[in-house]
């Protein structure tokens, strides 16, 4: 069993609050290390070490700056291995999905060695006479992250890159169910030249994400989790006076058009929806046909290939399709949810009920499961079920998919499958959510691009990555400045002129 810790201030500390969490192998249902979870005084010293160590480096130039995540991306490159390993025991996704967790965070640590560029303000020669106005754009001072399990590489990459690149310091709280990569990471920064107390990493519950959100001394929250805690914490960070920015759960929805190539959507919805064991807030969980026929058709792909699934530890090689769920509680949840759809009259299509792995009878493993014929007021329908069950809608019309996907409360990402280049057209300019997939079903923009959804799927207005990571972690100064002119109309400087 091995003990975890916090990292303050370069190196790892134990933690004093005698409170930990398990955490598991989901592969075994064993408990393979325990996470301190930090207490209000244990937050606070991290923001003190925090606010003493920013200053100097706001005051480092950008281009060091660069230089230190240009030496991160060739670190994590060196290390690959070792962290999607680390990533795979206690997450159990599969590790070619685990080095995917971790490439998508590296490409905008990469978006972040712009940051000369970025950080570039704006200047007004002779706004008025003798006066000259710029804008400039400074780090916040101390930002704080909240991370979820599923993502536990990119998503605290996402916010502390930039972050850091802007000239904060970071003080990370990664989900307690798979802590230590977080931590790996904030090594790795270190080794590749960030001044210790820049970015540290502290264990914890709600005590410690309540201390974050209440000390004053914090400028910026960003949260990554369920809609619930999102809605929270973008309340109690908001009143505090705090720039905050939450993003959180989903219920993707892909809409099959009758002209659809029915083997491209097929396959689209192996990989968006059961990919990652479901665990996804970018999985598609929703398929919607578009008439009888149509969904007829699409069952009848998708029927075979979902028994095709290999479902198994990560250690199984990589021909694995997805790995167990992350806690006994979250298959219990599934499972629930499961049994709700069939009470409620969903038809279980593929039932994975009694999937079990011999060898790993205690993991948390949940075969797929294929639901037809739901309806909007069914539980399986409404809540995010974030496990490899994919529901099927059978939508009568074009309008009616759309304005199914529309109504839904959650708009994090959706797709249409389609030849029709005007539907496709229409629909992208038409839905409310935020990110749209044309024939791509999990449509995750690019580093340069921004992430987020719309309606409850986030709370607070930038996105995560691009452009909108450094207006989220700057604020702009705008200084106007006159300076008595000493240049006579002959061009000669007349020094008394300056008296
Ligand atoms: P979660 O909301 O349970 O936990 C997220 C973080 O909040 C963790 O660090 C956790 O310790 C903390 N937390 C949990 N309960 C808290 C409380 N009562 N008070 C304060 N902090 C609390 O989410 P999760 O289960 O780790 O992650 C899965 C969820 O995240 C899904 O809903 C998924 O859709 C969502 N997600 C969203 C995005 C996105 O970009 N929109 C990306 C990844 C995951």
């Known amino acids: 069993m091995q003990d975890l810790t916090h990292y303050l201030d370069g190196a790892h500390f134990d933690g004093t609050s005698g409170r930990f969490s398990d955490v598991y192998n989901p592969a075994t249902g064993e408990v393979q290390a325990k996470c301190p979870l930090a207490s209000t005084d244990e937050v606070s010293k991290a923001v003190e070490i925090a606010a003493r160590a920013q200053p100097a480096w706001a005051a480092t130039n950008p281009q060091r700056r660069a230089r230190v995540m ?267 949810l499961i049994q709700s759809g069939v009470d409620q009259g969903a038809e279980l299509v593929v039932d994975g009920r009694d999937f079990s792995l011999q060898g790993y009878e205690d993991g948390f493993f949940v075969g797929p499961h294929l639901f037809d014929k739901v309806t909007p007021d069914m539980d399986i329908y409404q809540k995010e079920i974030f496990g490899p069950v994919l529901s099927t809608v059978r939508a009568g019309s074009y309008e009616e998919a759309v304005q199914l996907a529309m109504d839904h409360e959650m708009g994090n990402g959706t797709a249409i499958f389609t030849r029709d280049g005007d539907a496709a057209r229409d629909f992208a300019n038409r839905i409310n959510v935020g990110m749209v997939g044309v024939n791509v079903p999990i449509p995750v923009p690019l580093a340069y691009h921004t992430f987020g959804g719309w309606k409850k799927s986030v709370f607070g207005d930038l996105n995560q990555h691009g452009p909108d990571a450094f207006k989220f972690y700057t604020r702009t100064k705008t200084v106007t400045s006159r300076w008595p002119s000493g240049i006579k109309d002959g061009g000669e400087f007349n020094f008394k002129a300056m008296d």
């Open 70 to 336: 240009m030496k991160f991306v060739t670190l994590l490159n060196r290390d690959m291995d070792k962290l999607a390993e680390t990533l795979s025991r206690e997450h159990g996704k599969t590790i070619p999905d685990a080095k995917g967790d971790v490439q998508r965070g590296l490409e905008v640590v990469e978006y972040c060695i712009g940051a000369p560029e970025l950080l570039k303000g704006d200047y007004t020669d002779s706004a008025g006479p003798g006066i000259d106005m710029y804008s400039m754009k400074q780090p916040l001072g101390v930002s704080a992250g909240i991370t979820p399990f599923n993502f536990p590489a990119m998503i605290p990459m996402w916010m502390f890159a930039p972050a850091i690149a802007c000239g904060n310091a970071f003080i990370l709280k990664p989900s307690e169910r798979d802590p230590s990569v977080p931590i790996m990471l904030a090594e790795l920064m270190e080794e590749a030249g960030l001044p210790k107390g820049i970015l540290q990493v502290v264990n914890g519950d709600k005590e410690a994400v309540d201390a974050l959100l209440e000390h004053p001394v914090v400028q910026s929250i960003g949260f990554v989790g369920s809609t619930p805690i999102a809605e929270y914490i973008y309340g109690k960070g908001c009143s505090h006076g705090k720039r905050v920015q939450c993003f959180g759960g989903a219920k993707n929805h892909m809409i099959v058009m009758p002209d659809a190539d029915m083997d491209q959507a097929a396959d689209a919805l192996i990989g968006a929806g059961y990919g990652a064991a479901g665990e996804r807030c970018m999985a598609v969980s929703v398929a919607v046909p578009v008439g009888d026929e149509t969904a007829d058709r699409l069952i009848e792909k998708l029927v075979p290939r979902i028994e095709k699934l290999k479902v198994g530890p990560y250690t199984a090689g990589d021909d694995v399709d997805y790995g167990p769920v992350v806690t006994a509680a979250a298959k219990e949840n599934i499972l629930g």
